[in-house]
């Protein structure tokens, strides 16, 4: 995700977002500003979870989303690296 993504809470509420759902993965700041999200689980809860990236939460403002499939871990949990 890249536009201000940053000090607007967008990781931790992206953790929530992806319990709720029941998605795992992770998400982490970039030093170019952006965050990259990981998620993995079942299609459509990966799906809705991507459709709330895209609008973050209320303080974001997110500019553009790049999406590319990856393995995936079979790790369970979403973390966020601070």
Known sequence: ????????????TARQEAERLGVAGSAANRL???VVLEAEGEEAAVEAFLA????????????AVSVE??????????????
């Open 52 to 63: 709330w990236a895209a609008e973050g939460p209320p303080r974001a403002r997110v500019d």
């Open 1 to 12: 995700m890249s536009g201000r993504v940053q000090g607007v809470w967008y990781r931790d």
């Open 69 to 82: 499939a990856i393995a995936p871990t079979g790790e369970p949990g979403f973390t966020v690296t601070w």
């Open 32 to 34: 170019d500003g952006r």
